[in-house]
């Protein structure tokens, strides 16, 4: 077998310009999947990064009461019920954090804008400060009740500087209006994209300004270990939610927009909603939502995105499989003498078949080698140019900058569907060659 690998380099390195541009056409198509693939993982990864620190966990437990007028109300009094579904998944879980949601109104002289507030345990939540990317002032005043970050994008809007303060207008949970005032101590780049901007600020303020009483809150965010036990957490917790009470099915609606509608459930500030009588129920009914819920719609996308990459990268192949079948036929007319010489001195039909094989395979192989190679340099400079943190791309980016994650599961598949393709054109020509009689080759040539 080294003798034919032998021959077989041999081959290649006597037809230099055949070789270059058969194995130039399989690096260009491995270098296209290889980016598409990279890009779209990393883009996804990136995304389920922001979107789980903007969202502040991920999965989301919500629940709603019916108050004595008959009507619902976002809050969670009691939370034995929540407890009992994270002891299960304690094995799970990174960490817990209690939050609460309101969208209100915040005012800055004659300026007006429409703001979501997450009202935040900053004791609790340690890792806070280390996923916020502060672009002015300092996280070291979040103890002050008064405090509030901004994004970047919302404190231009408003005109407001570090320091000054604002007043926001908001419902309670119980619909009524109240007014609470601010002071700007943070803004924050990035996290500003699908009109989902929020502000952060104690827990206790905003629990006042909504009408919560102390220790109570609306949402339980669940940090998990693995990001990929997402799913399978969730529904391991919405079925002992179902044994203890009402809760909201997860069924999706046809008809609406998964993203959006979970993203509704974690607002806040819609105020009560009237309930009919028969709609009513007794307790606290949960809801529960994750990151994949939320980030639906976009991994569809992402999959759309890498089922055409993948679609142009096989029509790439077959174009290029078409172009070495033709080229191996015009090879094995070049070389019947070299093969009824070959044939004569004993050498069998299935060496002259492997000498082919074995020539397609290293084409195959140098230019996926090629490809790759071309694709880990166009990542590498790709990934120090800095975007910037304050458009609607940042939720896609790492910190303004493009995040490529090369899977080498992908790329190993990527290569032995390349490779089979490759032998498979090959091996046509290998066959008729290794068919050819060696008198009659001789014949032909002499």
Same mark, same amino acid.
């Given at each position: 077998?080294?003798?034919?690998?032998?021959?077989?380099?041999?081959?290649?390195?006597?037809?230099?310009?055949?070789?270059?541009?058969?194995?130039?056409?399989?690096?260009?198509?491995?270098?296209?999947?290889?980016?598409?693939?990279?890009?779209?993982?990393?883009?996804?990864?990136?995304?389920?990064?922001?979107?789980?620190?903007?969202?502040? !966990?991920?999965? +989301?437990?919500?629940?709603?009461?019916?108050?004595?007028?008959?009507?619902?109300?976002?809050?969670?009094?009691?939370?034995?019920?929540?407890?009992?579904?994270?002891?299960?998944?304690?094995?799970?879980?990174?960490?817990?954090?209690?939050? %609460?949601?309101?969208?209100?109104?915040?005012?800055?002289?004659? #300026?007006?804008?429409?703001?979501?507030?997450?009202?935040?345990?900053?004791?609790?939540?340690?890792?806070?400060?280390?996923?916020?990317?502060?672009? %002015?002032?300092?996280?070291?005043?979040?103890?002050?009740?008064?405090?509030?970050?901004? %994004?970047?994008?919302?404190?231009?809007?408003?005109?407001?500087?570090? $320091?000054?303060?604002?007043?926001?207008?908001?419902?309670?949970?119980?619909?009524?209006?109240?007014?609470?005032?601010? =002071?700007?101590?943070?803004? +924050?780049?990035?996290?500003?994209?699908?009109?989902?901007?929020?502000?952060? *600020?104690?827990?206790?303020?905003?629990?006042?300004?909504?009408?919560?009483?102390?220790?109570?809150?609306?949402?339980?965010?669940? +940090?998990?270990?693995? /990001?990929?036990?997402?799913?399978?957490?969730?529904?391991? *917790? +919405?079925?002992?939610?179902?044994?203890? $009470? &009402?809760?909201?099915?997860?069924?999706?609606? &046809?008809?609406?927009?998964? /993203?959006?509608?979970?993203?509704?459930?974690?607002?806040?500030?819609?105020?009560?909603?009237?309930?009919?009588?028969?709609?009513?129920?007794? !307790?606290? #009914?949960?809801?529960?939502?994750?990151?994949?819920?939320?980030?639906?719609?976009?991994? /569809?996308?992402?999959?759309?995105?890498? *089922?055409?990459?993948?679609?142009?990268? =096989?029509?790439?192949?077959?174009?290029?499989?078409?172009?070495?079948?033709?080229?191996?036929?015009?090879?094995?007319?070049?070389?019947?003498?070299?093969?009824?010489?070959?044939? *004569?001195?004993?050498?069998?039909?299935?060496?002259?078949?492997?000498?082919?094989?074995?020539?397609?395979?290293?084409?195959?192989?140098?230019?996926?080698?090629?490809?790759?190679?071309?694709?880990?340099?166009?990542?590498?400079?790709?990934?120090?140019?800095?975007?910037?943190?304050?458009?609607?791309?940042?939720?896609?980016?790492?910190?303004?900058?493009?995040?490529?994650?090369?899977?080498?599961?992908?790329?190993?598949?990527?290569?032995?569907?390349?490779?089979?393709?490759?032998?498979?054109?090959?091996?046509? &020509?290998?066959?008729?060659?290794?068919?050819?009689?060696?008198?009659?080759?001789?014949?032909?040539?002499?």
């Amino acid at each position: 077998m080294n003798n034919f690998v032998n021959i077989a380099l041999r081959n290649l390195g006597r037809q230099t310009k055949r070789t270059v541009l058969l194995g130039s056409a399989i690096a260009f198509g491995f270098l296209i999947i290889t980016l598409v693939n990279s890009f779209t993982a990393g883009l996804a990864l990136s995304a389920q990064d922001n979107f789980s620190h903007a969202f502040g !966990g991920h999965i +989301y437990f919500t629940g709603t009461q019916v108050s004595d007028r008959g009507s619902e109300i976002s809050v969670i009094q009691d939370t034995r019920v929540v407890d009992a579904a994270l002891d299960i998944l304690k094995d799970q879980v990174s960490s817990v954090h209690r939050r %609460s949601q309101t969208t209100g109104s915040l005012i800055v002289g004659a #300026k007006v804008q429409r703001q979501k507030v997450e009202g935040v345990n900053f004791q609790d939540e340690k890792d806070f400060r280390q996923n916020l990317q502060v672009a %002015s002032g300092s996280l070291d005043n979040l103890d002050d009740p008064r405090s509030i970050i901004l %994004s970047q994008e919302a404190a231009d809007k408003l005109g407001v500087k570090i $320091g000054e303060a604002l007043i926001f207008k908001t419902p309670t949970v119980s619909g009524q209006q109240n007014l609470g005032d601010f =002071i700007l101590v943070a803004t +924050y780049t990035g996290q500003s994209g699908f009109g989902m901007s929020s502000a952060f *600020a104690s827990l206790e303020t905003v629990n006042q300004l909504i009408g919560l009483e102390k220790g109570q809150f609306q949402s339980v965010n669940v +940090y998990l270990k693995d /990001m990929n036990s997402i799913d399978q957490a969730t529904l391991t *917790a +919405y079925n002992f939610l179902k044994t203890q $009470g &009402p809760v909201v099915s997860r069924e999706k609606d &046809p008809n609406e927009d998964t /993203m959006m509608s979970s993203m509704r459930s974690m607002m806040g500030g819609t105020g009560p909603r009237a309930l009919a009588e028969d709609d009513r129920w007794v !307790g606290t #009914k949960y809801q529960i939502t994750n990151l994949n819920d939320i980030m639906a719609s976009l991994l /569809m996308i992402i999959q759309t995105i890498n *089922a055409i990459g993948f679609s142009v990268f =096989i029509i790439l192949l077959i174009i290029t499989m078409v172009g070495i079948m033709n080229s191996y036929r015009m090879v094995m007319v070049e070389r019947t003498g070299e093969i009824g010489t070959m044939r *004569a001195l004993g050498v069998q039909k299935s060496g002259i078949r492997d000498i082919f094989l074995w020539e397609g395979f290293f084409i195959a192989l140098g230019g996926a080698l090629a490809g790759l190679t071309l694709a880990l340099l166009v990542v590498f400079f790709t990934g120090l140019v800095d975007f910037g943190s304050s458009s609607f791309l940042s939720f896609f980016m790492k910190k303004g900058h493009i995040n490529f994650y090369l899977n080498p599961g992908e790329i190993l598949k990527n290569l032995g569907i390349l490779v089979a393709l490759s032998m498979v054109a090959v091996f046509w &020509p290998a066959r008729s060659a290794s068919e050819l009689e060696p008198a009659q080759a001789l014949r032909e040539v002499y």
